[in-house]
Structure formats: structure tokens, C-alpha cells
């Protein structure tokens, strides 16, 4: 363990340490490779067509999603026809939960704030049966290159891409859309098992420095949201400042708005916390959920499920 834990900076170790019990297990399973895992495109095939042309790949089913599979033999996946062809997108697990809890429904509207590179863009409009419409939107055009070629490759026809600041976007799309997902851009923490890259470049003045941004992102989904609807917070990292102090500004502002518990049948998540570096966070925050690395052998996740009243204000 000792070696496990020099692979990390003294900080992060200081600082998750005190409110992740089983400390040792999530260290282990940050430094273990991620376990290759797809979901099958309902809009072009079938799981059992899949799992046909996939046999050579050992595909496994997940026991909470039907369309995902584990491929225990997953090496050169990637590189298939069925790939390729946007019969399958190559996923982590937990980057399949925040769409799954959001859960939008045919001919809905939907707005995706942070939409590059498309896996969840691309999972909601499945899910749709390419009906409705999602606004999938990203501020950078070399990640929006990306997120139009994921959406060719898996056959969305109910998308419309569109590049700007999503505080831009909100203000002329003020209580429009059913739903919204804000998977915001973070300090991607949990996507150190799948590269080294995110632990060099880890600092705690970039966790801060996306808490800023996320604070912003939030409340502009609050404000695209029509009363009724439903958004999603999530982020790949464990930092409470992008977590659970991102959603407690939200509910500073929108003192209405409302913190929805759920749960995933097969799929293991904790609750928020209650309290970090002294600031003590409203009761219900604990209904959000983070998702560990070590419960469900995954990327690291957060989620945050959020309705906006009837009755509700901007």
C-alpha cells in the first residue's frame, strides 16, 4: 500500500483520506486498469446482434443496464466494424449513470450544457428513439469536431449542435427544455484509471478553478430548465468543491429547487457529504450520490438529480 499511495500526491492522500472509510480499497482500484465496457446503439442494432459479432470479446451484461455489456476480452474493441459502424460506444459504467437517472423520454426536450464527446449525447437520443430534440452544446470547436462525428457514427437524427458559452445558451433558452444534463467539465479525478495524464496535471487549484466554471454551468441548466422539468449535475471527480458545494450554491440561489433521491437496482453508490473543510451543506445534498471506484469497479463519479417547481423562480 505503501508504494499504491506514493503514486499520489501528499494532498490528495491527506484529503480523501478523511471522509473515504475504506480508503485503502478506492487507492487500489484508482491505480487498477478499467475494465472495457460498451453499450449497444438501439438505433442501429439489436444486443443480440451485438453479442453475435461480439462473441470473440466475451461480452458480459451489467446486471443495472440491459444495453451494457463487460467485454473480458476487450483489447482491439475499438478498432471493430461494429465500432465503426456506431453498433456499440466504448464507455465507462459510471458515464452511463448520469443519462440513466435523467432519463428523457421520446419527443422530449433536452438540452445537453457540456455535450463533448457525445457519450451521453449520444445514449439520450437512443434512449429518445430519435425523437424530440437535444440541444447538444460545447464551447470548444475542437472537442465539437468530436462531438459531431460521435453523433454521425451513431445515427442521431434528433441532435443539433451548436457552440457557445452555456451561460450565453441559457439566457435565450429560458424555461424551455424538459430536461437538462449538465455533466460539467471538471478536475477529472475519476478518470485516473484510465489515464496517468489526470494524476500529473492534479492540483488543488484546478479543483477551484472548476468549481468557478461548474458554479456557473449549474445554475445556467437551473435557468434553461421549464418549470417541472428535471436536470442532472454530474462530474468524473471526488472533490466536495465540485460536488456537493456546487449544488449548495445552486440551492443558495434557488432556494425552491428541489434535490430528488434515487437509486440504480445492481449498482452501488453513496451519499453526498454532509460537511467539508468546515462548510456544513444543506440536509438534502446527501441525497445526491457518488459513485466509487471500488463499488462497481468503474471511473469515479458524482450525481445530482434536481427538479425545478411548478411554481419556481428564476
Given at each position: 500500500m ?19 472509510p475504506?480508503?485503502d480499497s478506492f487507492l487500489e ?9 460498451f453499450?449497444v ?25 440491459p ?21 456499440i ?11 440513466l ?10 438540452l ?7 457519450s ?49 445558451l ?5 424555461d424551455?427544455?424538459?430536461?437538462v ?8 479525478e ?10 500529473r ?6 479543483i477551484?478553478?472548476f ?5 456557473g454551468?449549474?445554475?445556467a ?8 422539468g ?14 456537493e ?5 445552486l ?18 453508490t453513496?451519499?453526498a457529504?454532509?460537511?467539508?473543510n ?20 468503474t ?8 427538479r ?6 428564476d
Amino acid at each position: 500500500m505503501r508504494k499504491i499511495k506514493s503514486l499520489f500526491p501528499e494532498e490528495f492522500i491527506d484529503r480523501y483520506a478523511r471522509f473515504i472509510p475504506d480508503f485503502d480499497s478506492f487507492l487500489e482500484a484508482m491505480v487498477a486498469p478499467l475494465p472495457t465496457v460498451f453499450r449497444v446503439n438501439t438505433l442501429k442494432t439489436t444486443p443480440e446482434k451485438v453479442l453475435e459479432l461480439l462473441a470473440d470479446f466475451q461480452p458480459q451484461p451489467l446486471a443495472y443496464y440491459p444495453l451494457g455489456f463487460v467485454a473480458r476480452n476487450g483489447q482491439g474493441l475499438g478498432k471493430t466494424i461494429s465500432h465503426f459502424l456506431g453498433l456499440i460506444y466504448i464507455q465507462d459504467a459510471a458515464s452511463m449513470i448520469p443519462a440513466l437517472v435523467l432519463d428523457p423520454k421520446p419527443r422530449e426536450r433536452v438540452l445537453d450544457i457540456a455535450a463533448a464527446p457525445g457519450s451521453k449525447t449520444t445514449q439520450m437520443a437512443a434512449m429518445m428513439k430519435n425523437t424530440g430534440l437535444i440541444v447538444a452544446n460545447d464551447i470548444s470547436l475542437d472537442r465539437v469536431r468530436g462531438l459531431i462525428g460521435n453523433i454521425d457514427r451513431m445515427g442521431c437524427l434528433n441532435v443539433a449542435v451548436c457552440r457557445t458559452n452555456g451561460l450565453t445558451l441559457a439566457q435565450k433558452v429560458t424555461d424551455f427544455f424538459d430536461r437538462v444534463l449538465v455533466d460539467a467539465p471538471c478536475s477529472s479525478e475519476g478518470t485516473m484509471r484510465k489515464t496517468r495524464e489526470a494524476l500529473r496535471r492534479w492540483t488543488v487549484k484546478a479543483i477551484q478553478r472548476f468549481s468557478t466554471v461548474q458554479r456557473g454551468l449549474i445554475r445556467a441548466g437551473y435557468q434553461a430548465l421549464k418549470p417541472g422539468g428535471i436536470m442532472v449535475y454530474s462530474t468524473c471527480t471526488v472533490a466536495p468543491e465540485e460536488n456537493e458545494a456546487v449544488v449548495t450554491a445552486l440551492l443558495k440561489r434557488y432556494p425552491d429547487a428541489e434535490i430528488v433521491p434515487f437509486e440504480l437496482p445492481g449498482f452501488l453508490t453513496r451519499p453526498a457529504l454532509r460537511e467539508w473543510n468546515g462548510e456544513l451543506f444543506p440536509e438534502e445534498v446527501q441525497r445526491c450520490r457518488r459513485i466509487l471506484p471500488q463499488d462497481n469497479d468503474t471511473e469515479a463519479f458524482f450525481v445530482a438529480l434536481i427538479r425545478k417547481p411548478i411554481n419556481g423562480t428564476d
